[in-house]
């Protein structure tokens, strides 16, 4: 199975709802195969409390704060860069809206409309990076409902390695050492550290920053939402956990190099 595949089936696995479900599953099995009960039950109370405890906007809310890293940029001073690069969240196959073509996802589409404002505001030319379907939707409305025409289109990246290594490939023959990054906030600490490694100089340009949904008691009460952003905060402390083990156990030598090529050693260890 392609590895890719692999780490989808693990995040879901992991993660809320499907982690503290198969926790609360678990204790049911051994409720009904156990003699003590007790611990079987706290088992699955615990399932349910976690399951319980994400989906609740408050909760919701500390993981997304924690996981961003990085300020709103400032498009009021100049910008220090040669390039926009915006990444892809996903995309919509076959949209009918769009005559069956694909259409970027609600993520995506955050990342492109602000990405489309630093374009505008910095005059910067674009590169969208992400898959093949990704790219070509992102490239698409960009240019039919956004007025901007990406320069370089990226269009074979599955993760956010991949996505700094490509396009570092693209932009450093054409003369593009600082790049204006420009993912969803609570991405960006380990977008910024991929990039970096890649031999660019970043400066961050977070997207769909934390902003308060809920007030009152609602902040108590289980949605939808909430459990989605409890998910994508979680998903980011698990990818910056494998991402530091990578760096640690890498290959030293070629990690090393594009550090120095890029002078970033040490901002690497602040992200």
């Known amino acids: 199975m392609d590895i890719f595949i692999w780490k989808q089936l693990l995040k879901n696995l992991v993660l809320p709802p499907t982690g503290p479900l198969i926790l609360a ?3 049911l099995v051994w409720i009904a195969s156990a003699r003590r009960r007790g611990p079987a039950l706290a088992l699955c109370a615990v399932g349910v409390l976690l399951l319980w405890a994400f989906s609740t906007p408050i909760v919701a809310d500390v993981l997304m704060r924690s996981a961003e890293r990085y300020p709103a940029l400032d498009l009021t001073k100049p910008v220090q860069a040669q390039a926009i690069v915006i ?5 919509r196959l076959n949209a009918p809206e769009y005559g069956g073509h694909p259409a970027p996802s609600s993520t995506t589409l955050q990342r492109l409309v602000y ?5 505008r505001v910095t005059g910067l030319p674009v590169l969208v990076s992400g898959s093949h379907s990704e790219a070509q ?3 698409e409305f960009l240019q039919r409902d956004l ?3 990406p320069r370089w289109v990226e269009g074979r990246s599955r993760d956010t ?3 700094a290594e490509k396009s570092a490939a693209i932009l450093e023959p054409a003369g593009v050492h600082t790049v204006v990054l420009v993912t969803s906030s609570e991405h960006m600490a380990r977008s910024v550290t991929e990039f970096r490694l890649a031999g660019l100089a970043v400066v961050p340009a977070p997207a769909e920053m934390w902003t308060r949904r809920d007030h009152g008691i609602l902040v108590w009460v289980p ?10 905060a979680l998903y980011e402390v698990l990818g910056r956990a494998v991402q530091s083990i990578r760096i640690a156990f890498g290959p030293h030598e070629t990690l090393g190099r594009r550090a120095r090529a890029s002078g970033v050693a040490a901002a690497i260890g602040r992200t």
Do not use: E, K
Not at 87 to 91: C, E, N, Q
């Open 223 to 232: 949605n939808a939402d909430a459990l989605v952003r409890s998910q994508r």
């Open 137 to 139: 939707a992102m490239s």
């Open 25 to 27: 599953l678990a204790g």
């Open 87 to 91: 990444l892809a969240g996903g995309v």
């Open 147 to 149: 007025s901007v025409t």
């Open 161 to 163: 390695q991949q996505n």
């Open 115 to 119: 990405g489309a404002r630093v374009a």
